[in-house]
């Protein structure tokens, strides 16, 4: 095995090792993930690994604040596309929950699922929801509407994770929860 010292930028080192959790548990599933097969995946000591993640839930506690902090940033990138209050932050929110780009959805499904048994993991996740909620609700919109958005895009992006049967009307739904949230905005902003 290859392995680098860590004389680099100890962030750079962490992203790295992030990188190569994300491709071995997308590639070979969460219950496969080990110290040892990042560590070579990311052509790195496992002692570099335990340097940054002391264990492998801590490591997949990492895996869930990127990919939730990556789902914030989809959130702001279409606030900033579609700004008008109120509901800007609600319309954005059911936007980003249904946006496919990014990591694959069993991986995400897969992290969720550990969250239960993990508690750092369902620390970040409560934490994450709590913001979410309270944003919904301070969006404008009446707080039950909003919530009521939030939750249907998260059964809407469950369903096509899991690839079970959405709506035959998908995109007549997806138009009703953005007028909904206070957004009359063409579908290519979905």
């Given at each position: 095995m290859v392995t680098h010292r860590l004389a680099r930028?100890?962030?750079?080192?962490?992203?790295?090792i992030l990188d190569a959790a994300e491709k071995v548990a997308e590639e070979k599933g969460l219950g496969t993930l080990t110290l040892d097969l990042v560590a070579q995946s990311a052509s790195i000591s496992k002692g570099g690994v335990l340097h940054h993640f002391p264990n492998k839930n801590a490591l997949i506690s990492g895996l869930m604040e990127r990919l939730t902090g990556r789902f914030q940033q989809k959130i702001e990138s279409f606030i900033q596309q579609d700004p008008t209050a109120p509901?800007?932050?609600?319309?954005?929110?059911?936007?980003?929950?249904?946006?496919?780009?990014?990591?694959?959805?069993?991986?995400?499904?897969?992290?969720?699922?550990?969250?239960r048994n993990i508690p750092e993991v369902?620390?970040?996740l409560r934490a994450d929801c709590i913001l979410w909620q309270r944003r919904t609700e301070e969006d404008g919109l009446d707080p039950a509407v909003a919530s009521a958005i939030r939750?249907?895009?998260?059964?809407?992006?469950?369903?096509?994770?899991?690839g079970l049967a959405g709506p035959s009307c998908h995109e007549?739904?997806?138009?009703?929860?953005?007028?909904?949230?206070g957004g009359n905005k063409p579908s290519n902003l979905v």
């Open positions: 930028d100890p962030e750079k080192t962490r992203e790295m509901g800007a932050y609600t319309r954005a929110y059911l936007r980003a929950m249904l946006d496919n780009d990014g990591p694959s959805a069993d991986l995400i499904y897969a992290l969720l699922s550990e969250a369902m620390n970040l939750f249907a895009g998260e059964g809407m992006s469950a369903a096509m994770m899991f007549d739904v997806i138009q009703f929860l953005l007028q909904l949230a």
